[in-house]
């Protein structure tokens, strides 16, 4: 597959993704870009707002396998990972793989689940296998999860530490439809529910043969020196107490490098670096308590380093220049 061949894919994935998330393209294909990439998103809003019926579209237009689970306060490790049960009949062991192993997971309300729970995801995540009684198993091509949290309740939930949120290439909002786009959603919906009419777009080793060629996207010095500017101007900020990891940095270049792709590039530009960095980024930078309580939050942090770092500046006929 060519690389004009795999943009008119993408487009015709975010095309078919809108006409169930309506008014939402910027969100659907920030959410692309992170399958391209092959990172995880979390997807953080109040309830009611399309998170998990996002989830459940992409899958169905990527096709492969997909597995849902429902975090709870009594889900245990092996319901996530999977069990080894022996059967009497044949006096074997045999490994019942649990929904973390398929293409596509959805993990609602992540933040639901004790720590030892969500810790079940973190070798998933990084590594893309999972272990079970010694015996590792190897996760399928590709493998995205997404998880979903209310960021208002506290009562009966446990925060993600920063270890397990920084293995999140993106945090996403949806955010509340404005009226007209409200409107046209009651419309669509009335009778039918579009996301069970879809049918896959993309084959999983589709997606798998452009996540490899994303990686070969170039990405000038010049950009890769201001991203670690970025960074280390982060790790200084008077706002922050945590700032952006060196995780987060190649994460934010690869995500760079992804959005280019999907705009018919395979070479970065400055504008594919804004395009993603406060997705990237405002889930990286924690700030400390008194600048918080002034109304600091990760996202005004990111559009503070952004706003206070010269960006290179980009010409078509001599290319990128400090």
């Known amino acids: 597959m060519n690389h004009d061949q795999a943009c008119d894919l993408l487009e015709r994935l975010v095309n078919r993704v809108d006409t169930v998330i ?22 953080e809003d109040v309830p009611g707002v399309g998170k998990t019926l996002l989830v459940r579209t992409l899958a169905a237009c990527l096709g492969g396998t997909f597995g849902r689970i429902q975090f709870t306060s009594d889900l245990m490790p092996s319901d996530v990972t999977g069990v080894t ?33 969500q810790s079940a995801l ?12 010694g015996e590792t198993h190897i996760l399928p091509k590709p493998f995205l999860l997404l998880a979903t949290q209310n960021p208002l309740e506290y009562e009966g939930t446990y925060r993600l530490p920063e270890a397990q949120l920084d293995r999140f290439l993106m ?3 949806l955010g509340y439809p404005g009226p007209d786009q409200e409107i046209e959603m009651l419309g669509r919906l009335q009778e039918s529910r579009p996301v069970e009419e879809l049918r ?14 994303v990686r ?17 101007v982060s790790r200084n900020h008077p706002q922050t107490l945590l700032g952006i990891s060196p995780r987060g940095t190649l994460a934010w270049m690869g995500a760079s490098q992804a959005m280019a792709y999907i705009k018919g590039r395979m070479y970065v530009i400055p ?10 980024l405002s889930h990286r930078i924690v700030p400390r308590t008194e ?10 942090v990111v559009m503070d380093l952004l706003n206070q770092t010269s960006v290179p500046m980009f010409s078509r006929a001599k290319g990128l220049t400090s």
């Open 200 to 213: 896959p777009v993309l084959l999983p080793e589709e997606m798998v043969q452009m996540q490899r060629q």
């Open 216 to 232: 070969t996207v170039f990405v000038d010095e010049v950009i890769k020196k201001y991203l670690v500017e970025v960074a280390q």
């Open 22 to 43: 309506v008014g939402k393209r910027k969100e659907i294909e920030l959410a692309v870009v992170a399958m391209l990439y092959g990172g995880h998103i979390l997807l």
């Open 271 to 280: 504008d594919d670096v804004k395009a993603v960095a406060e997705a990237v």
């Open 122 to 133: 973190l070798e998933a995540m990084e590594e893309r296998k999972v272990t079970v009684d």
């Open 291 to 300: 600048a918080r309580m002034s109304g600091a939050s990760g996202d005004k």
């Open 171 to 173: 945090r996403i909002t």
């Open 85 to 117: 049960v022996y059967h009497n009949h044949n006096g074997q062991f045999q490994f019942r793989p649990g929904p973390i192993i398929s293409n596509i997971v959805l993990a609602d309300e992540i933040n639901r689940a004790a720590p030892r729970t």
